[in-house]
């Protein structure tokens, strides 16, 4: 017998389908496949098939094409036998046609004359809209067998939790921020970190980010909606998270221009440990700096907007304009002394506060001036003044600032050069002069109101060891340093689909936060089953804002995870948790329980067959009207299960009560959870089950 297998979904486009329609059954169909090879021969289709195709096949051998899908997308294969393997969580399966006869799942069904799927649940409501007599088999994936070495893991070392997961994906943990009613900011030095921040790894291709692109590869928190020119921040905090860890030394280039009373002022910009600071002026401006981070971070947060004042047009409150962000890696600048002379005589100086050029250099025009520099500097850097004319300053303590720092010096007669001494400068490309008397010039026919001559400015930059040798960049990518107890530590694990209303990922959330708002060493750690993560910041910082204060902690981690990786999630939760309205199976539960971990979980549809007390904390539910989630119409002729949130949030308290007073209740229940799901889906059963139904086919009854 030949089975030709085809799934929607290949290993080609699962990373980029996760959270799609139908991504799972890519993964029923992988752990079918040592079952089916028990029975034949199996060829996986890249390609839906069509009976040319399997012309071909059956000059070999009597094929079966084996389509995991729903009823209604199947292959329009006619010339042999056609099983469908589909999983089905709710009371009736679709009996109407909403857009196309496929629709009709008892239609279909009645052609077919057979079926498979994976609940004794989901086989009771297929039976009792066609007849009690219709040849449907409940085979769960087979996949028990696979996670033996998980088992004997676990056996011989009592899992670890949070400490030892060490993953290469982007995250959004708690323990990074500092959290408040009305704000989320990053923690952005590494000094007393118990969390790391956890990203991709930045293989040091270059980041060009545009802020006025439908598809930014970064997170935008504290600002507007983005427009075609790019985006506008709001007042307070705003900050970007970024796809990848940056470390080391690189040049940062950011494009930005400030809005009404920011204009003129300074804009910070802070990555960890590293800063920049620069002016924001009324137009886009291009700023460049070169920059060290000692440690891997993803987060550039702004910092100094003042809040909108009144008279402004735009009703929304407005601080700066971003309209393009880039990252560049950078070779080690070589130690010794570095030197920028800034000849003010220079017709190309960008400045404010001072006049035309002249010969000799310019004339300051205002109390306080700016010059802007060719190229950024920072470190220590001692700076040399050569002022040719002091005029009406003579005697005068003028402020100069650079780099967050602030020097002042008084004017002289007979004095020309200045030396000042600024200490651990942050990167800059500007400097100010703040303090200025201004007045005519003495000469006939020169109208201009003047202050001090200023010629040239040099820029004599130490390179210390303190600078050049910064503590060394080391990889950092667990979620957290092995700073508490292990004994101490609780993982409770998920993975979910957030876009999936099922999968009730407001309720997990909010029933943690509520059972452990003051326990520390408890985690739940989210993994997001979608190809795209930037839909869901928005509603992970609003959680953060509305559940604060708790001690407990909420991680969020995306990114398709390598398979030892995710044996690591499974070999070092304590428990699994669910919390759906319906589930066909449940792949992701039927996985860690198979590998010993208890669950937090419903009774309900497909875990009726192996979620139970001895091996569950068990999450109560009742009986509500909804639609079958294909149908355009969104007409009631269905049921789901809803949650009883009270329910979910008393199986969080007393999983952790048994967990921490009694660890022999514990074991067991992993046992009990191994033994149900060895009876529920092992290949033994699987098998038992697959010859059965093979036996039943009718070669003759082709579509």
Known sequence: MKFLVYSLVNEHTIEDSLGMADYSYYFVMRSYLPLLEKFGTVEVLAEPPDDELVTRHQKEDECLYVSFSPPDKLAPVTLCPVVVVFAWEFSTIPCEEFTKAEDNWVHELKILGCAITHSSYSVAVVRNQLTDDFKIESIPAPLWDSCESIRQTRKTNFPQGLTALDFNCRAIDSASYELSN?????????????????????????????????????????FNEPEDWGVWSKPGYPWILLNELIEGHIELQVEVQGYGQNVGEQLN?????????????????????????????????????IEKDGGMVDPRDIGFGLRGLSIRRKEKPSGGLDSLTVNMADPDIVHEGFHDAELWGRWSAACLCTVFLPRSVRGDVELTLHIDYSLHNDGRTIEVSMGGEIQHFALQEGIHSYHLQFSSCCATNYIR????????????????????????????????????EEEPVTPRRRLARLVEDSRDNILYTTILNPMDARKNWEDIITAFVYAFRETRNVTLLMKISHHDFTPFFEGIFTFFTELHPFKCRLIFIHGFLSEPEYKQLMEHSHFIVNASTGEGQCLPLMEFMSAGVPAVAPFHSAMLDYVNPSNSFIVESSAEPTHWPQDPRSVFRTECQRINWESLRNAFVDSEKVFRRSRRHYLKM???????????????????KMERFLSGIDWRNNR
């Open 670 to 688: 992993s046992k009990f959870a191994i033994d149900s799901l060895e009876k529920f889906c092992s290949l033994p059963v699987a098998s038992e």
């Open 433 to 468: 002069f703040d303090g200025l008397q201004f007045g005519g010039t003495g000469n006939d026919g020169d109208a201009r109101e003047v202050g001090i001559g200023l010629s040239k400015l040099v820029f004599d930059i130490k390179m210390t060891d303190r600078v050049l």
């Open 269 to 305: 910009l802070q990555i960890g440990t590293a800063r920049a600071e620069l002016l924001l002026t009324e137009h886009f401006a291009t700023h460049v700096f070169n920059l060290h981070l000692a440690h891997p971070n993803n987060v550039i947060a702004f910092l100094g907007i």
């Open 182 to 222: 009305t704000s989320v900011r990053p923690k952005l030095t590494n000094s007393d970190f118990t969390a790391d921040l956890l990203g991709q790894e930045w293989q040091e291709e270059p980041i060009d980010l545009d802020f006025y692109s439908s598809d930014m590869q970064s997170a935008l928190i504290g």
